[in-house]
């Protein structure tokens, strides 16, 4: 996909280039202003006419009628170069990737050094740049009969930089896995729950196993009983779907231990089981796997760039359906640890998977846990569509988190888990906990329920039921599944072995 040239694109008989400008007094300079120069100062004209902008994320394609080898220039504003921020950088190039795909392309080239300025350096932007290409080029097939518009993906990609090639060839790399991890955990979360079954997610599993070498376990019903898993199988009870405990294991360093255990809530479909969800709220219940499908992208984004860190990853997989052999309100169930709960929603069945895998993560050996999970209304209630709602009983591995968050890009704030809550959590007359303590603060009391079962193991839980999937599209992506916490999960892994040493 991407190739790197230490030369000069002026001799080039590109396409189309891609030029990023800053907003300064001098906008062309070196190679740029040798551009203008063979363009007989119009780039400085269209500059002053307001046809090329330097606003970010403002863009103007500009052909050359013939005047250089380059076709087509392709300018991003960006900003005043005193306020360059990494993130907003890779929103300007997801803006310009449409416009690329408008032109219909198979080949484009960068000039990846107009991107670079005191605050972003050459490994930066070509980071920037790969993985706002690969996010913004992402299109969910869907199932339509075959359409007569011909259709023309980028295949190659010609990075022209002074800065040393091999280092804008690995940031290159990065950014790209790190936007395919991400497209491939939304493919999951658009496909609909009748062609992504907990079979078909275990195959899944599998598949990525086979690439990446890692270990992986499916744990069967029968396991699953011989195991005790409780509260995972009522959520099941009423489904023709056998249920799956997926694990994977990937090995980052010899001996098993410093492990970090990544949980994602894997429901299909839910359809909030005997507590119905109205016709309305029902439509989009596809999107429930969000958690599990953000641990496979972390999971691939790990395949791929290898962090010397152990890392587990635990999916309960089932739907959530009605029939006469489902779980009820007021059902008693006992989970693999021990903890008996009552049920008063089974539209709360989230925690009810997600209490066994954490036990389950545990019993592999995990030393860190983070769950992720399209958990609770609640939480968009509270923090909107785009912020993902997060818990913590340990305040350091939070920390951490929240930096691989911003590194990421992907927004998360913390709510307080208080006593009170917990003792509200734990508030059944007949059982150990209560499944669903009411409306109050009830984000927090699904999170704090899961938190239940990481007991003394550090642990951060994230809601995504806001952030997974999106009615509107981005500049990084179009409507629909937003593969959130994918790279949030990975940069985490990639980050920990250099914090343990610190
Ligand atoms: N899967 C839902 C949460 C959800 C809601 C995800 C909207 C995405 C968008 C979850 O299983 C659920 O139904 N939660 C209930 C919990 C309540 C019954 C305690 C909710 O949030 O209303
Ligand atoms: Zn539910
Ligand atoms: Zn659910």
Not at 107 to 112: F, G, T, Y
Not at 189 to 212: F, I, Q, W
């Given at each position: 996909?991407?190739?790197v040239?230490?030369?000069t694109f002026l001799?080039?008989k ?5 030029i ?18 063979a ?6 004209e ?13 863009t ?7 005047r250089?080898?380059v ?10 170069d005193?306020?360059a ?6 929103e300007a ?13 198979s ?6 050094d ?11 932007a ?17 199932y339509?009969?075959?359409?007569n518009?011909?259709e ?33 955990a939304?493919t ?25 070498n ?7 019903k ?8 409780g509260a995972?199988?009522a ?8 249920p799956?405990m997926i694990?994977?294991k990937?090995h980052?360093?010899?001996e ?6 990544l ?5 299909t ?6 507590s119905i ?9 596809k999107?429930d796997?969000g958690?599990a ?21 635990v999916?309960?997989a ?5 029939s ?6 007021d059902?008693v ?36 846990l983070v ?9 968009v ?8 709602g997060?818990l913590?009983?340990n305040?350091?591995?939070?920390e951490?988190v929240?930096?691989?968050s ?7 704030w ?5 006593e ?6 734990r508030s ?17 009391m699904?999170?704090?329920f899961?938190g239940e079962?990481?007991?003394?193991t ?8 806001g952030t997974?999937?999106s009615?509107?599209a981005?500049?990084l992506g ?12 990975a940069?985490?892994?990639?980050r ?7």
């Open positions: 996909m991407f190739s040239k230490n030369e001799k080039e590109e396409e189309l280039l891609i990023g400008l800053y907003d300064r007094p001098i906008k062309f300079e070196g190679e740029l202003a040798e551009l203008d120069d363009l007989n100062g119009q780039l400085t269209l500059v002053k006419e307001g046809d090329i902008s330097a606003k970010k994320k403002e103007a394609l500009i052909p050359t009628l013939g250089v080898p076709k087509r220039l392709l300018f991003i504003g960006l900003g005043k005193k306020k921020d990494f993130q907003e950088m890779k190039i997801g803006a310009a990737a449409k416009t690329i795909k408008k032109v219909r392309l080949s484009i080239a960068v000039a990846l107009s991107f670079v300025c005191e605050r972003i350096e050459a490994d930066d070509a980071h920037a740049f790969s993985e706002a290409f690969g996010l913004a080029s992402y299109e969910f097939k869907g339509k009969q075959q359409s518009d011909p023309q993906a980028v295949e190659q990609v010609t990075v022209y930089t002074k800065a040393e090639a091999g280092v804008v060839s690995a940031a290159l790399h990065v950014g790209y896995v790190f936007s395919q991890g991400t497209n491939s939304r999951l979360v658009n496909t609909p729950g009748n062609l992504l079954t907990a079979s078909d997610m275990a195959d899944y599993a599998r598949k990525l196993a086979e690439t990446y890692f270990e992986v376990e499916i744990l069967e029968e396991d699953i009983e011989k195991l005790g898993m995972f199988l959520v099941n009870q009423g489904s023709v779907e056998p799956k694990t994977l990937y980052g360093q010899e098993w231990k410093d492990v970090l255990g949980v994602g809530k894997g429901i479909f839910d359809t909030g089981g005997y969800k109205p016709k309305t709220g029902i439509v989009g219940m999107t796997m958690g499908a953000a641990v496979f992208g972390a999971m691939e984004i790990i395949g791929e760039l290898k962090p010397q860190q152990n890392v587990v990853a999916i309960p089932t739907d959530n359906m009605i006469g052999e489902a779980f009820k309100p059902d169930i006992t989970s693999m640890s021990g903890k008996t709960i009552e049920v008063l929603n089974t539209d709360a069945e989230g925690r009810l998977v997600l209490a066994d895998a954490m036990t389950y993560a545990k019993h592999h050996k995990a030393d860190y769950d992720v999970a399209t958990l609770t209304g609640g939480v209630v509270a923090l909107g569509d785009d912020k993902t997060a913590t009983n305040e350091e591995f939070f951490e929240l930096e691989a911003n590194e990421a890009g992907e927004f998360i913390r709510l307080p888990l208080t009170k809550d917990k003792q509200r959590i059944s007359k007949i059982a150990d906990l209560n499944n669903s303590p009411g409306r109050e603060g009830h984000a927090i699904g999170g704090g899961v079962f990481a007991e003394d550090p642990w951060v839980h994230l809601d995504i039921a997974a999937d009615s509107k981005s500049a179009p409507a629909g599944a937003t593969g959130v916490m994918a790279r949030t999960l940069l985490l892994a990639l920990r072995p250099d914090n343990q040493e610190k």
